[in-house]
Nanobody, 115 residues
Framework: QVQLVESGGGLVQAGGSLKLSCTAS????????MGWYRQTPGKQRELVAG???????NYLDSVKGRFTISRDNAKNTVYLQMNGLKPEDTAVYYC?????????WGQGTQVTVSS
């Protein structure tokens, strides 16, 4: 089973930046579209950003212009650079395949943005 490990979250003030990383236990990124998802209590997990095997990206409207997804296939790692963070970005962030997610989600990484 693929193992996904997210890191890089933390507590920042509004307007600040964080860079999240997600490392997989095997080489999956080069042949799959990967994405960053986020979830807050009581809400469904939502896809924030995705990157295809060819490098094309797409973003949730609310993060366009602020977040950038990228990947390093050699390191089995996908990143999410988050700038201009807002309190509404507060959530647990996960990475996974898009759209057919792996059943075993990672533990996620908490991002908290204070106003």
């Amino acid at each position: 089973q693929v193992q996904l490990v997210e890191s890089g979250g933390g507590l920042v003030q509004a307007g600040g930046s964080l860079k999240l990383s997600c490392t997989a236990s095997e080489s999956i990124f080069s042949r799959n579209m990967m994405g960053w998802y986020r979830q807050t209590p009581g809400k469904q997990r939502e896809l924030v950003a995705g990157i295809t095997s060819g490098g094309s990206t797409n973003y949730l409207d609310s993060v366009k212009g602020r977040f950038t997804i990228s990947r390093d296939n050699a390191k089995n790692t996908v990143y999410l650079q988050m700038n201009g963070l807002k309190p509404e970005d507060t959530a647990v962030y996960y990475c996974n395949r898009v759209p057919n997610v792996y059943n075993n989600w990672g533990q996620g990484t908490q991002v908290t943005v204070s106003s």
